[in-house]
């Protein structure tokens, strides 16, 4: 009966040794999806579909050293005032903090803004997201120039 009680207690706590790792590499496939959601958004937006990715309290900061609200970024985005024809994603690092996470790459796009001639960028990237319910929301953006 003892032996049988410590195979279980040994089961079980291998079992807890390994969850966590499948919970961190899971919570971080559903941050670079986030991600990936607001790339393909901003090269294609749809309002609704933006809105429930972005919190409410959103502070994007431009490589120009503009900052958005939620709002703006949305209307800029949807009015062709911000106007992404193209962006690619590479050297991207995600850090999951209890219900925080860190998301840093490159950016290089083709845009043309309204007003504006087209243009190639090249930008470090930095997000935060927060896990609000089930969901990830992108909370805090900032851009730096290359």
């Not at 790339?39 to 431009?62: Q, W």
């Not at 998301?103 to 309204?114: E, I, N, P």
């Not at 243009?119 to 900032?142: N, T």
């Amino acid at each position: 009966m003892i032996k049988r009680t410590m195979l279980l207690v040994a089961a079980f706590s291998s079992m807890a040794l390994v969850t966590p790792a499948v919970n961190a590499a899971d919570e971080t496939a559903a941050i670079e999806a986030a991600a990936e959601q607001l790339r393909a958004l901003m090269v294609d937006p749809d309002k609704t579909k933006l809105e429930a990715l972005i919190a409410p309290e959103l502070s994007y900061g431009h490589s120009s050293g503009r900052i958005d609200t939620k709002e703006r970024f949305v209307d800029d985005l949807m009015s062709g005032a911000s106007d992404f024809l193209s962006i690619t994603i590479s050297e991207q690092s995600v850090q999951a903090v209890g219900d925080t996470a860190i998301v840093r790459h490159t950016l290089t796009g083709d845009t043309h803004s309204k007003g504006k001639d087209p243009a190639r960028v090249s930008l470090k990237i930095l997000q935060i997201w927060q896990h609000q319910g089930s969901e990830w929301q992108l909370l805090a953006r900032q851009a730096a120039p290359l």
